[in-house]
T-cell receptor, first 110, second 116 residues
Framework: DAKTTQPNSMESNEEEPVHLPCNHS???????IHWYRQLPSQGPEYVIH???SNVNNRMASLAIAEDRKSSTLILHRATLRDAAVYYC???????????FGGGTRLMVKP | EAGVAQSPRYKIIEKRQSVAFWCNPI?????LYWYQQILGQGPKLLIQ????????DSQLPKDRFSAERLKGVDSTLKIQPAKLEDSAVYLC??????????????FGPGTRLLVL
């Protein structure tokens, strides 16, 4: 199984940027990097995905290292609603089967 | 558009009893997934359907778990008989087309099962 490594937890202050790191040292050239998040008592929700280039959407930005062995999810201004578990997933098969790790629990302080 | 629907939201049963969960995916989504999420862990894929056919069920404990997706739309996941270690949240997800490894999966709210 493809494995990613994330810190267990991180803290942030409200309205400040948050950088969530992820290591995926076994990534191959065709593997996508997906980020999902799971708010309390809800199912996971898609945040962003990328292959090689940095990506931006309305929720976040994804910065991918040049060697692709790590990436960083950037929340530009954290809100209390962003408190969740963030999962970084390396998708290394064509069946779109996501292998979730333990994720990073983000706590946002007012 | 309506999201993935699941029912019931909560279920409490005693060990050795049977239980069934229902999922209605987003309209038009060909691929349906069932995940098991034990407290404190990330979701683990149990089974993946493409239309009404099984794509992957390698992590489904087939001695007690079964799933079907009749007519390629709704799906049910059954546990018979339940064990204490089956206590978890059961998540259903759907995506538009299989085979695209960048494709977004949409998750339902889950069914929280407690086995006593």
């Amino acid at each position: 199984d493809a494995k990613t490594t994330q810190p267990n937890s991180m803290e942030s202050n409200e309205e400040e940027p948050v950088h969530l790191p992820c290591n995926h040292s076994t990534i191959s050239g065709t593997d996508y990097i997906h980020w999902y998040r799971q708010l309390p008592s809800q199912g996971p929700e898609y945040v962003i995905h990328g292959l090689t280039s940095n990506v931006n959407n309305r929720m976040a930005s994804l910065a991918i290292a040049e060697d692709r062995k790590s990436s960083t999810l950037i929340l530009h201004r954290a809100t209390l609603r962003d408190a969740a578990v963030y999962y970084c997933i390396q998708n290394n098969n064509a069946g779109n089967m996501l292998t979730f790790g333990g994720g990073t629990r983000l706590m946002v302080k007012p | 558009e309506a999201g993935v629907a699941q029912s019931p939201r909560y279920k409490i049963i005693e060990k050795r009893q049977s239980v069934a969960f229902w999922c209605n995916p987003i309209s038009g989504h060909a691929t349906l997934y069932w995940y098991q999420q034990i407290l404190g862990q990330g979701p683990k894929l149990l089974i993946q359907f493409q239309n009404n056919g099984v794509v992957d069920d390698s992590q489904l404990p087939k001695d007690r778990f079964s799933a079907e997706r009749l007519k390629g739309v709704d799906s049910t996941l059954k546990i018979q008989p339940a064990k204490l270690e089956d206590s978890a949240v059961y998540l259903c997800a759907s995506s538009l087309v299989r085979g695209m490894d960048w494709e977004t999966q949409y998750f339902g709210p889950g069914t929280r099962l407690l086995v006593l």
